[in-house]
């Protein structure tokens, strides 16, 4: 037992009636990561010093004030390492990046600061978060809790863990075709990707921009909410965030299912989905209905398309965002290059992994003249149809349901020789990504003793009706303080 | 679904290494012989899956390049403070003299 | 060189907005004079993570330049980025404008020998410009260069000339044009030096009476009105030195070396640049709405053509006098308040252009800016007109107030500088002039006109030249009869 087994709004109870404080909290959390990370991975680097300092701060404005600071006060908290930490070195998992310092916080990160929430460190990620499964970060595996010779999921691998080990009270990571979606649900943790434009890009160092999105990982529907509420909202350092007002996602957690009609896209189930994933979503279905739901089977029919699409639009982006990676104002230098042409070769040839010079390779290709109106004009009109099926079944259905992931964690060195393999492990979240709409991957169940994410799809800047569906199939699933056995049975050797 | 007329074959791609090296040179991404080779096939099997489009029915369909449906986002004309030249230069493998060193343009 | 050859030429104009902050961050937009490297934020410096914001000042100067240059504005606008690895670069690609510019389809007119030019606009558009290299001694050359940010992102306004000048000559009187335009607008300092107004080339030959364009060569580094007269002109030669030889004329773009005054090859065709443009995923794009548009238009200041058109049918000034005083829009509001104040528009125009402009030009300062308010020189020209100060005396009495400040009038009263016009005075005068100098007065009286001006001098200098030279002429006429 750990107080990271807790949820936020407990450990709030518990920090406001005196029970623990913010430093035991941070404490306990470090001693989960020096126990367990070695083998798990999932931090980059830590900030102990700096969090320990935070946390005494907490403490002692927690004892001198009578106001309210807010659940997420004194709170630990860790950050995928695309998420820019001023004064802390952030990486994006890739070599081109060591070294490299932000002068500045991301939005998302210093809203958190604001509201009191620790930062504990960074996590690992898949290389500029390309990849499915946590492999392609440059520096380190991370293995799944549940199963240690199984990947995590990616990209925001590091993310899912150290929620799922207790090694963080709520994590944030990114999704760009269900990067946070995927892990969360392979590593049994509720991760939001909310629509595009609900949470500030700023500071995110950019995969695909207009696919990216910030979210928070949490081991409750609840705890997702308060963090999304504390990140969502306009930001005029990000030009394509939302003006809408946010809020609500809390209240809506409670609020049921009662009345609600939910649609099963009939081409998700299609995809491959194996029997035990399905065994796991067919109960959640019942337990939907038996809440006062009704299900629906509705169609989406671009979806054959849209993994083609998504693999045209985001190397496309990838090709000109990862251009500024040039090694000129930041990064490990030059080498002994002759010239400027050689320096660019040198420290980008150096700088990035096999997966990331595929996409720029590809991007550039299809953003090449004679090839832009075949392949990236065709994906934008692809785009545009799957963003069309989705706006028409949402005025049929309140929100869609489906399994995040046709399979539950695959293992590690699996479908690392083929690229296609794994770009199909994305096929039921990245849909999601290319209309721009909301989602959600609560855990529902097991598998083979694996963790079995169910995804909630929801309309464009509609979360509250995500957390609706997934604090209900929560509550009855009611496995959330499940610990993953591997971590338990560590903790029983020592 | 109707096949787009239009389309151009988009099936069996195949990249000659020239290709490859050309997709290099542009991304600046040095690749030795060998990676060309090994990325080459890769793109191909890539670039055939993603072929799909042209099965697509977008023939009356406009393009998508953003969602939220945003317009005439703008900040006002206002100055803000920025960095110090030597938080500017913090991250640069070389400088001097408050400039940035790269190596020889040709 | 033949006369078989004609040149088909067009401009593309690169204008820094004279905007408070750059293009897409707070940083200031007035880049020169600082410390390298110390006006960059994360944003312009192309750190990961960061977004830009378009700064709406930049957005509406382009729009109300693009008015100005008669062009159509879209209701539909967006970014696009411009990918290409440069040092000066620190995103790796420019944000600009593709497909879908700001504005299309505008003219120009401009002068030249006398005869007005008509040349189409193609485009105006807005972009960024990118930082600034410095290297030891010659680019291709040196070891190594070093980059400086602080004008990375500061607004830069493309204006794209279609391919309708014909001759060298006529770049530099577009040029000037437009730059007068640009100034008339407060959207550009105009300074060809420091680089916030460029202009590359792109020129062509054509057989005369053909229809058929010639290989395209781009000519960029000409940085004065001259060295793009120059560069043009070479390359005109250059060009149809090589087509009457038969050969062919290599697509590339050519940079001119005012050190050799000659273009040197740069980067041919088949090392051009491929941009990759796509659509700038970080900026939502623009609506722009035709009330507001309507609106910029209705309050576009009046252009230079315009205002010289006036200056001459309501002050009945000669073209040259409205061309030198409609070259900034300060110098015409002064000459207008110098009307204002009393003085005759002609003779305002004949003592601002003569004595006050060269004054000006001197001291390097614009007549709007100079210590002689408008009213003091319109009681200036009104006591010269009135006879009641000599043009000589007026002219020394504006030197000195130019210097010190002080009013004219002031100055001639205190100073007694008043003409004289007294009748008597004057005929003293003239019989010491003509006792003192009785050669000039009997070879006036033979027949010799010029003799007569001597005389006058003699009198205007005897009396430290307030007598009423007019006056003066009349009474030694009268006084040495002729046969």
């Known amino acids: ?494 | ?106 | 060189m033949s006369d078989r050859w004609e040149a088909v030429i067009g401009l593309e104009v690169h204008a820094q907005l004279l905007t408070q902050s750059k293009m897409f961050c707070g940083c200031r937009a007035q880049y020169l004079g600082r410390p390298p490297n110390s006006n960059t934020c994360p944003v312009c410096l192309g750190l990961p993570g960061t977004l830009p914001v378009m700064n709406r000042a930049a957005v509406e100067m382009t729009i109300r330049t693009a008015l100005a240059l008669g062009c159509e504005i879209p209701e539909f606008t967006k970014f696009d980025r411009k990918n290409y690895f440069y040092p000066d670069l620190p995103k790796g690609y420019q944000i600009s404008q593709y497909d879908l510019p700001l504005s299309r389809n505008g003219c120009l007119e401009f002068e030249v020998g006398g005869r007005v030019v008509r040349a189409g606009i193609t485009r105006v558009h807005l972009e960024e410009d990118a930082g600034t290299l410095h290297h030891a001694g010659e680019i291709h050359t040196s070891a190594f260069s070093l980059v400086d940010l602080n004008r990375a992102g500061v607004p830069l306004m493309e204006i794209v000339g279609e391919p309708d000048l014909r001759r060298p000559e006529e770049a530099p009187a577009y040029l000037a044009a437009l730059r007068q335009t640009l100034m008339y607008l407060g959207v550009n300092d105009g300074n060809m030096e420091e680089g916030s107004l460029r202009c590359d080339a792109n020129i062509s030959l054509r057989e005369r009476g053909s229809s058929e364009l010639g290989a395209k060569v781009e000519v960029k580094n000409m940085n004065s009105f001259r060295s793009i007269q120059r560069a043009l002109e070479f390359e005109l030669e250059r060009q149809s030195d090589l087509l009457d030889q038969g050969r062919t004329i290599a697509q590339e773009t050519r940079g001119w070396s005012e050190l050799e005054q000659v273009t040197v090859s740069q980067r041919s065709k088949e090392e051009a640049q491929e941009y990759r443009y796509f659509p700038e995923p970080d900026l939502p794009p623009l609506r722009v709405a035709r009330d507001y548009v309507e609106r910029l238009r209705s309050e576009l200041p009046e252009l230079p053509r315009a205002k010289r058109r006036r200056l001459v049918e309501a002050y009945s000034l000669s073209e040259d006098q409205a061309r030198v005083i409609s070259e900034s829009p300060a110098d015409a509001a002064y000459f207008e308040a110098v009307v204002a104040a009393g003085a005759e528009p002609r003779s305002a125009a004949n003592w601002q252009v003569q004595n006050l402009q060269a004054l000006c030009n001197a001291a390097k300062m614009r007549v709007a800016d100079c210590r002689i308010p408008p009213a003091a020189l319109a009681e200036l020209v009104r006591l010269v007109d009135q006879d009641r100060v000599s043009g000589a005396v007026a002219k020394e009495v504006l030197a000195e107030c130019f210097a010190s400040g002080e009013a004219p009038a002031h100055l001639i009263a205190s100073r007694g500088l008043s003409q004289v016009s007294d009748e008597e005075q004057l005929k003293q005068l003239v019989e010491q002039a003509v006792a003192a100098n009785p050669k000039a007065a009997s070879d006036y009286q033979a027949g010799n006109d010029k003799a007569l001006n001597s005389l006058v001098g003699s009198v205007m200098q005897a009396s430290r030249g307030k007598a009423n030279s007019k006056m003066v002429g009349e009474l030694l006429r009268a006084r040495l009869p002729r046969g």
């Open chain 1, 1 to 494: 037992m750990t107080l990271l087994d807790l949820s936020i709004a407990e450990m709030a109870r518990g920090l406001r009636a005196r029970e623990f404080s913010s430093l035991e909290l941070v404490d306990a959390a470090y001693r989960e990561i020096e126990r367990f990370d070695g083998e798990l991975g999932a931090f980059l680097r830590t900030t102990k010093d700096q969090a320990r300092a935070t946390a005494l701060q907490c403490d002692s404005e927690l004892a001198g004030s009578a106001e309210d600071p807010g659940d997420l006060f004194g709170i630990p908290v860790a950050y995928k390492d695309v998420l820019c930490t001023k004064g802390v070195e952030t990486t994006a998992a890739s070599r081109i990046l060591t070294g490299f310092v932000p002068p500045y916080d991301a939005t998302v990160v210093a809203r958190l600061g604001r509201r009191g929430a620790i930062g504990l460190g960074k996590l690992n990620c898949d290389e500029f978060a390309m990849g499915s499964s946590n492999e392609n970060s440059a520096f380190q595996e991370t293995r799944n809790p549940w199963a240690r010779d199984r990947v995590p999921g990616g990209s925001s691998g590091g993310s899912a863990v150290a929620v799922a080990a207790r090694m963080a009270a709520a994590t944030l990571g990114s999704d760009t075709g269900g990067s946070i979606r995927l892990p969360a649900s392979f590593c049994g943790v509720v991760g939001v990707k909310p629509s595009y434009g609900r949470v500030s890009r700023y500071g995110l160092i950019a995969f695909a921009s207009s696919l990216d999105q910030v979210g928070p990982l949490a081991k409750t529907v609840d705890d997702a909410a308060l963090v999304l509420e504390a990140i969502a909202g306009n930001d005029p350092h990000d030009a394509t965030s939302s003006a809408a007002t946010t809020g609500g996602y809390r209240a809506a957690c409670l609020r049921g299912v009662s009345g609600l009609k939910v649609g099963i896209p009939k081409e998700y189930l299609a995809m491959g989905v194996e029997p035990g994933v399905r065994a796991v979503f067919d109960r959640a279905v019942a337990w939907l209905e038996g809440a006062g739901a009704r299900v629906v089977e509705v169609s989406l029919p671009s979806t054959e398309y849209a993994l083609a699409a998504y693999y045209v639009i985001a190397p496309a982006e990838v090709s000109s965002n990862l251009a500024r990676m040039d090694g000129v104002r930041f990064g490990p230098g030059f080498g002994d290059a002759a010239n400027l042409g050689e320096a660019y070769e040198h420290a980008r040839h150096q700088g990035f992994g096999p997966e990331v010079r595929r996409r720029i390779a590809l991007g550039t290709y299809v953003l090449s003249s004679g090839y832009y109106d075949a392949y990236y004009l065709r994906a934008q009109k692809v785009r545009t149809l799957v963003a069309q099926d989705f706006e028409r079944v949402f005025g049929e259905v309140d929100c869609l349901i489906s399994p995040t992931a046709p399979t539950a964690a695959f293992r590690i060195g699996e479908r690392v020789a083929d690229p296609l393999a794994m770009y199909a492990t994305d096929l039921l979240t990245l849909p999601a990504n290319l209309a721009g709409i909301s989602g959600i991957s609560v855990p529902a169940g097991y598998s083979d003793s694996l963790p079995v994410g169910l995804q909630v799809l929801g309309p464009y800047l509609g979360e509250e009706t995500c957390f609706q569906v997934a604090a209900t199939v929560e509550a009855a699933a009611d496995i959330w303080r499940d610990r993953p056995g591997a971590v338990a049975a560590a903790r029983e050797l020592r």
């Open chain 2, 1 to 106: 679904m109707v096949a787009d007329e239009n389309a151009p074959e988009l099936k069996a791609s195949v990249f000659e290494p020239a290709q490859v090296a050309h997709l290099s040179r542009l991304a600046r991404l040095g690749l030795t012989e060998s990676e060309l080779r090994e990325l080459g096939g890769q793109l191909a099997d890539i670039v055939n899956a993603v072929g799909r489009l042209a099965q697509a029915p977008t023939d009356q369909v406009d393009p998508t390049a953003q969602v939220g449906g945003l317009y005439n986002v703008m900040r006002e004309d206002v100055v803000v403070d920025g960095l110090s030249q030597e938080e500017a230069l913090v991250n640069a493998p070389s400088h001097e003299a408050g400039l940035i060193r790269v190596p020889a343009i040709q």
